[in-house]
């Protein structure tokens, strides 16, 4: 009889072991689906704002085989003043200049900071931006006469995130991401002489 009693509550103990491993385990699938459906919404999301983008602006290039001819058009990121002037020329043109900001809005970010950030890196290198300032400062030449600063500002107002931003918010993102570029030149040049 005792014996009994040890297989029953050893049954028990192994039993409640069980339960709580699947417990345990519905724990993270709920996660997990909870993740999964926060994502699921995202990209129904980004694909609902591209197609409103589509409807809303026929002349947003669709066609695949133009769109590859276009992109073809530019060498990303821009590291000298020369080729800057001939990609300002290029934008001039506005079917070039809408299919750079339907393009540069679908780079994303969670926020207008992360969304203004990724567009100028894909852009600009470091060492072209550190010549300029948002208004020409310091001797610096004016980021906001160039034609590519109002594509960022359109591909950054393209975007669900970016809808609301008023222009102050663009600029101080702006301000900031010129501020630093320079340092950045300098944090990169220390990191290649340390290499060397």
Same mark, same amino acid.
């Given at each position: 009889? $005792?014996?009994l009693?040890? /297989? ?7 039993? /409640?072991?069980?339960?709580? *491993?699947l ?19 995202? $990209?129904?999301?980004?694909? @609902?704002d !591209?197609?409103?983008?589509?409807? %809303? ?5 669709? !066609?695949? *085989?133009? &769109?590859?001819f276009?992109?073809? @058009?530019?060498?990303?990121?821009? #590291?000298?003043? /020369? ?8 934008? $001039?043109?506005?079917? $070039?200049?809408?299919?750079?900001? #339907?393009?540069?809005?679908?780079l994303?970010?969670n926020?207008v ?5 990724r ?5 600009f ?9 948002l208004?020409?400062?310091?001797? =610096? /030449? %004016?980021? !906001?006469?160039?034609?590519? !600063? ?12 970016? %809808?609301?931003?008023?222009? #102050? ?5 702006? =301000? ?18 340390? &290499?060397?």
């Amino acid at each position: 009889m $005792i014996i009994l009693i040890i /297989q029953l509550i050893t049954f028990c103990i192994d039993t /409640q072991k069980l339960l709580k *491993s699947l417990l345990r385990n519905m724990v993270y699938l709920q996660t997990d689906i909870k993740h999964i459906s926060m994502m699921q919404t995202e $990209i129904l999301s980004k694909l @609902d704002d !591209c197609r409103s983008n589509n409807i %809303k602006d026929s002349s947003y290039k669709t !066609c695949s *085989s133009n &769109n590859e001819f276009l992109a073809d @058009d530019f060498n990303w990121p821009i #590291n000298d003043m /020369q080729y800057l002037e001939v990609n300002e020329e290029k934008i $001039i043109d506005k079917n $070039i200049r809408n299919y750079l900001v #339907n393009d540069l809005s679908n780079l994303g970010g969670n926020s207008v900071k992360s969304i203004t950030k990724r567009i100028l890196y894909k852009l600009f290198t470091d060492n072209l931006l550190s010549n300029f300032s948002l208004t020409g400062k310091k001797g =610096k /030449q %004016k980021f !906001c006469k160039l034609n590519l !600063c109002s594509v960022i500002f359109d591909a950054v107002m393209h975007q669900k995130k970016g %809808k609301n931003v008023d222009q #102050n918010e663009m600029e101080e993102r702006f =301000k900031y991401h010129l501020a630093q570029a320079p340092f950045n030149v300098k944090r990169f040049n220390i990191k290649i002489s340390e &290499n060397k």
